[in-house]
């Protein structure tokens, strides 16, 4: 549970974007700057595209070759043929036909080595989408360079392709300005070109820094007094530029940290795992670190190649059963993608338990924000509203039983006596962790069997249904994702409204890590609609009205928030899973259970104030 964590943000920062027009934004990225040791300013960074943001001709030139018995040097020597009126040139000044290219580059090649050679095979590799990906070190460094207001240029020799287009295989929102060579007719390391590109960008030569990895190209960028820096490595490279800059490029995975012994996965085995199921050649190194936040199943950030996943996985020892129910997550998330509920892309599920000692499945890594419904509080009213509208409207998509069959969630879960079968699992999960006598949980489970109320729609329920488990884009009011089904199931989606309301009852000063109050808080100022303004809109989706027995659901919420506290703290004594203060967690547990009869004697009072009254004779 609580996936949440993956990706909390201290403040709703997307919030913040929205009320800056983004030509506003934009003139306050211009003005920025950043000094340098001799004393001028650097405004822009400009890259060049092969062999800086994508592999090098030369290298994938080196590696075609020995696959096809080419003698090494020969795309080289061909390449270099010619000189300016050679036609490797020509291509990239766009004065030749990708044909023509072909066909005058296929004869040089075979004079060469004396034989045939397939440079057409050689030009579909070069072009291909499985070569021509941006390094991930050069996406965050010109990610980082934008957020810290600097512009940025890619200034490339390339070339059409066949089907009349350029090839520049990068996303060319990442930059302020595109030149390519084939368009403007003149390439590296002609001054001309550079000069193009500053005027573009509007600064001046010693105002930008300069990527290639040729030296002719970098020596004339110098002449015109561009700083320089030669990329024989992109991982070296970026260290260079982070040097000259004075910040970091490397992206920052929130809330995670080293991989501590208890919670140790098996590196080898999970990398030969990843590279059998995601079909990768990369040679980097396997990155993993843990998010430090998790309550429940351990959650691992991991990296190899261009892949950058979630792996979620069951604790390792003996488990409360039906708990850390990592297949049902895989199952809900997979058939819910396709019906307009946002959602994880999850990639695969692994049941054999040899590859890490557990059961785990993998889902895509967003660095996207998520906030808590305590960090609401720094935010403006409006868009508080915004979120939790968002709260309401989004899960709402799930509220329709017809849907259930075309989701293949027909046998999901038990579709009569929902909170019955509730009731039966949580009592067995408390009796398995309980410490001892509270005498609220005792009065709990015998009351709450006997005020079952009738469920009204059955629908999928998500079963930890709050604010913080949705994944908000960081500059639109939108949800990317929904996380946390562990608890999923078919049932009663009242009971996913009342515990999305548990933060309304508890204080601020609340001490557990789970949920933060907001009951001594001014809802109406802060933007954020009561718990009552937020049922009535709830069951307007539903189309059902308010449930007169509210108070039977909120105490059910809390008696759930309690088991959930207790089967916490029992996991942190043996170091299962982390959590600050654990010895907190026992009295929590009994406050949580208090605060859940409160409400049930409060529906025990409305029962009987609506009874009939009794005729004595």
Request: charged share 20%.
């Amino acid at each position: 549970m609580y996936m949440r964590q993956l990706f909390r943000s201290s403040h709703l920062q997307w919030a913040r974007r929205a009320t800056f027009p983004k030509h506003s934004q934009g003139r306050l990225q211009r003005a920025r700057r950043w000094t340098h040791s001799g004393g001028g300013t650097y405004r822009a960074v400009i890259f060049d595209m092969s062999g800086v943001l994508i592999p090098s001709p030369g290298r994938v030139a080196a590696e075609w070759e020995l696959q096809n018995h080419i003698p090494p040097g020969t795309i080289r020597k061909a390449w270099i043929s010619g000189g300016e009126n050679g036609p490797w040139m020509k291509l990239m000044r766009g004065e030749i036909t990708t044909e023509d290219f072909l066909q005058e580059f296929g004869r040089l090649c075979s004079e060469i080595v004396k034989t045939s050679v397939p440079v057409g095979s050689f030009f579909s590799l070069l072009t291909s989408d499985q070569v021509a990906k941006q390094f991930p070190v050069m996406t965050e460094a010109i990610t980082q360079i934008r957020a810290k207001g600097l512009r940025t240029a890619v200034l490339s020799n390339n070339f059409y392709l066949p089907n009349g287009k350029s090839f520049l295989p990068l996303d060319r929102k990442q930059f302020d300005v595109v030149v390519e060579s084939c368009l403007e007719g003149v390439c590296k390391p002609d001054p001309r070109i550079y000069k193009l590109c500053l005027e573009r960008l509007g600064l001046q030569p010693s105002e930008s820094i300069f990527l290639d990895d040729l030296g002719p190209n970098l020596k004339a960028a110098a002449s015109l007094g561009i700083r320089t820096i030669q990329v024989n490595d992109p991982e070296t490279a970026v260290k260079e530029l982070e040097t000259l800059l004075g910040f970091t490029m490397r992206m920052v995975i929130p809330n995670t940290g080293p991989v501590r012994e208890t919670v140790e996965i098996p590196r080898d085995s999970l990398e030969k795992y990843l590279k059998d199921l995601l079909g990768t050649q990369s040679t980097g190194p396997l990155e993993l670190l843990r998010f430090d936040h998790g309550q429940s199943s351990p959650t691992y950030y991991v990296r190899l190649g261009n892949h950058q996943l979630v792996l979620k996985r069951k604790p390792l020892g003996t488990l409360v059963p039906s708990t850390h129910a990592v297949e049902r997550e895989f199952r809900i998330m997979k058939a819910l993608a396709n019906a307009g509920v946002p959602v994880p892309k999850v990639l695969d599920l692994c049941e054999d338990s040899r590859v890490l000692g557990s059961r785990f499945y993998l889902f895509m890594y967003s660095p996207a924000l998520v906030e808590r419904e305590d960090s609401a509080l720094s935010v403006e009213p409006d868009q508080v509203s915004v979120l939790y509208i968002y709260l309401d409207s989004v899960f709402c998509k799930l509220y329709n039983s017809k849907g259930l069959i075309c989701f293949g969630l027909n046998s999901y879960g038990l579709h009569q006596d929902y909170i019955l079968q509730q009731m039966q699992t949580w009592i067995k999960q408390y009796r398995a962790s309980e410490p001892g006598t509270i005498p609220a949980m005792e009065r709990l489970i015998q009351w709450l069997p006997r005020h079952l109320p009738k469920q009204q729609k059955m629908t999928v329920v998500h079963g930890n249904f709050r604010l913080d488990n949705l994944l908000f884009h960081p500059e639109k009011t939108e949800v990317l994702a929904v996380l946390d089904w562990e608890l999923s199931t078919l049932g009663d989606p009242l009971a996913d409204a009342a515990f999305s309301c548990l933060t309304h009852y508890l204080p601020s000063s609340f001490p557990g890590s789970l949920l933060r109050g907001l009951r001594d808080c001014d809802l109406t100022q802060l933007g954020i609609p009561t718990a009552e303004e937020y049922l009535r809109m709830y069951c307007c989706h539903l189309e059902i009205p308010p449930p007169e027995n509210w108070n039977f659901y909120m105490a059910l919420s809390f008696f759930r928030m309690a088991i959930i506290l207790q089967g916490v703290h029992k996991r942190s004594l043996p170091g299962q899973a982390g959590l600050a203060a654990t010895e907190q967690n026992e009295k929590l547990t009994e406050y949580v259970s208090n605060l859940a009869w409160d409400f049930a004697v409060k529906e025990g009072f409305r029962v009987f104030k609506e009874m009939p009254p009794q005729n004595h004779y």
